[in-house]
């Protein structure tokens, strides 16, 4: 059974950062893309990022260029999401979620439960 | 980008009833490569459909999905009570983006 684990959310100041962690279990993590998928309270889903399964190719939606950096770690079978100068508008639950295949295309299928990150002061 | 819009925003509808909920891209999606997912509160999502048409594994065949090009649709024949929830669609034929959501609710 395929299972994806986050941690690492909480409340952060604007401006600061927060590393994302996301466990994986119960698939072969090398042969996947794994992404980062966002939901802002009461909102739809946005896409943020994903890795590649070889972890050479990463992708970021607009507003994750220059602030986040997608990574994996096959030795942990673990995605990390590093994020940098958080606004407020990143304030959401972020969901961790495996890629169809181990690169594109690509849907999601399996997802993590989320971790909340709250960008407040 | 391609941007996904869904409507209705809501519909409300009594268990047993039928559902269509339709998906429609500013360009055309490549390769039919769109998906729905499924949103129940405090939940993550669940893949539901892929390539249009495919259903996800246990997802029951009450679920089907159809279309082409820039007009999709996701139907659910007889309604349960465990469908009520909010259906994204998400095209990944060209990068990654999702549709705002038509949430589903018990009338």
């Known amino acids: 059974e395929v299972q994806l684990v986050e941690s690492g959310g909480g409340l952060v100041q604007p401006g600061g950062s927060l590393r994302l962690s996301c466990a994986a279990s119960?698939?072969?993590?090398?042969?996947?893309?794994m992404a980062w998928v966002r939901q802002a309270p009461g909102k739809g889903l946005e896409w943020v990022s994903a890795?590649?399964?070889?972890?050479?190719?990463?992708y970021y939606t607009d507003y994750a260029k220059g602030r986040f950096t997608i990574s994996r770690d096959k030795s942990k079978d673990t995605v990390y999401l590093q994020m940098s100068s958080l606004s407020v508008d990143d304030t959401a639950a972020y969901f961790c979620?495996?890629?169809?295949?181990?690169?594109?295309?690509?849907?999601?299928?399996?997802w993590g439960q989320g971790t909340l990150v709250t960008v407040s002061s | 980008e391609i941007v996904l819009t869904q409507s209705p925003g809501t519909l409300s509808l009594s268990p047993g009833e039928g559902a269509t909920l339709s998906c429609r891209a500013s360009?055309?999606?490549?390769?039919?490569?769109l998906a729905w997912y499924q949103q129940k509160p405090g939940q993550a999502p669940r893949l539901l459909i892929y390539?249009?048409?495919s259903r996800a594994a246990d997802i029951p065949d009450r679920f089907s999905g159809s279309g082409s090009g820039t007009d999709f649709a996701l139907t659910i024949t007889r309604l349960e009570p465990d469908d009520f929830a909010v259906y994204y669609c998400?095209?990944?034929?060209?990068?990654?983006?999702f549709g705002q959501g038509t949430k589903v609710e018990i009338k």
């Open positions: 979620a495996k890629g169809s295949g181990s690169t594109w295309p690509y849907f999601f299928d399996s």
């Open positions: 119960g698939f072969t993590f090398d042969n996947y893309v």
């Open positions: 890795i590649s399964g070889s972890g050479y190719s990463t």
């Open positions: 360009q055309s999606v490549t390769n039919n490569n």
């Open positions: 390539a249009t048409s």
């Open positions: 998400q095209q990944y034929g060209t990068s990654r983006t």
